[in-house]
């Protein structure tokens, strides 16, 4: 079965600290990936795509890896500040036609002073 | 603020009636996205509009659903004879092609 794998579990990291959050995926052959970020009671807000052919793509603090023969992508924030605890989201844009987005059920970051 | 904008951001309603929710995405944007959204859950696709025309729906849309897109701007879902499992966050999202999606605040509806 098509399967989308983000740790369901809150990621807890100390200010100035690098955070990295995981998905993995099953059975899917996407063209794009892209992570969002969401708040709580908000829409989710593009942060970075990054196509099959590439490896990795950054993003001021932000890098993004993509690797498709592990068909895992790892999101990095780097000097993590308490403004970017939210909910990050895992998208895989496929190439059917009209590039619809499968998320993952995202993971939540909590960064404390 | 040219973003995408939903309306209502919040709907209680009673089992069985009818709700209609509205989308209006950013104007020069002709792809058109609708997505549900249930806690702890990432949006899952409802269907999808390029301009005027509803190209693909999710068999998640059962036949109580409906969306349109009549002059490819604004859009608007409804949902007939709603159920308790219809409480979620509906989403709107709209995008050009080959490019990120936007999404609007999400309609909250509450079914009792």
């Known amino acids: 079965s098509q399967k989308i794998e983000q740790n369901s579990e809150a990621l807890n990291i100390q200010e100035g600290k690098t955070a990295t959050l995981t998905c993995n995926y099953t059975?899917?052959?996407?063209?794009?990936l892209q992570w969002y970020r969401q708040d709580p009671g908000r829409g989710p807000v593009f942060l970075l795509l990054?196509?099959?052919?590439?490896k990795e793509k950054r993003k001021e603090r932000l890098k993004v890896t993509f690797d498709t023969t592990l068909k895992q992508s790892l999101f990095h924030i780097t000097a993590s500040q308490p403004a970017d605890s939210a909910t990050y989201l895992c998208a895989l844009l496929m190439n059917t036609g009209f590039q619809k987005l499968v998320f993952g059920t995202g993971t939540r970051l909590l960064v404390s002073p | 603020d040219t973003g995408v904008s939903q309306d209502p951001r919040h709907k209680i309603t009673k089992r069985g009636q009818n709700v209609t929710f509205r989308c209006d995405p950013i104007s020069e944007h002709n792809r058109l996205y609708w997505y549900r959204q249930t806690l702890g859950q990432g949006p899952e696709f409802l269907t999808y509009?390029?301009?005027?025309?509803?190209?693909?729906k999710s068999r998640l849309l059962s036949d109580r659903f409906s969306a349109e897109r009549p002059k490819g701007s604004f859009s608007t879902l409804e949902i007939q004879r709603t159920e308790q499992g219809d409480s979620a966050m509906y989403l709107c999202a709209s995008s050009v092609l080959g490019s990120e999606q936007f999404f609007g605040p999400g309609t909250r509806l509450t079914v009792l």
């Open positions: 059975n899917y052959s996407p063209a794009y």
């Open positions: 990054i196509r099959e052919n590439e």
């Open positions: 509009f390029q301009n005027e025309a509803q190209l693909e």
